[in-house]
């Protein structure tokens, strides 16, 4: 059973840092692809970041581009984002997501449920 575990949410001030890490009990590097949803009050479901793991290739939505950074380390087994600059609309509860056959469903700027696999989710605050 494949699980996700997210953690390093927290409260920032705008223009501040948070690096959000998420754990797999499986090996990351059996996933297709793995990303990050998000979803603000009142928001729906939103694709933020993927990386595909054969390839590297990574893709962001808008909002965050030249901000957020996604990683994948395949020997910890965890996927990471950093986020920079971080603005009060990026206040969300952010979800780790993960799916080991095509398609990949982590699609940045997408709105709409969690398919795959995906954890409980990490909590983001910034105040302005």
């Known amino acids: 059973q494949v699980q996700l575990v997210e953690s390093g949410g927290g409260s920032v001030q705008a223009g501040g840092s948070l690096s959000l890490s998420c754990a797999a009990s499986v090996s990351t590097s059996s996933s297709y692809c793995m990303g990050w949803f998000r979803q603000g009050p009142g928001k729906e479901r939103e694709g933020v970041a993927v990386i595909y793991t054969r390839n590297g290739f990574t893709y962001f939505t808008d909002s965050v581009k030249g901000r957020f950074t996604i990683s994948q380390d395949n020997v910890k087994n965890t996927l990471g984002l950093q986020m920079s600059n971080l603005k009060p609309e990026d206040a969300a509860m952010y979800y780790c997501?993960?799916?080991?056959?095509?398609?990949?469903?982590?699609?940045?700027?997408?709105?709409?449920?969690?398919?795959?696999?995906w954890g409980q989710g990490t909590q983001v605050t910034v105040s302005s």
């Open positions: 997501a993960a799916n080991f056959r095509p398609p990949c469903t982590v699609v940045p700027g997408q709105l709409g449920a969690l398919s795959g696999y």
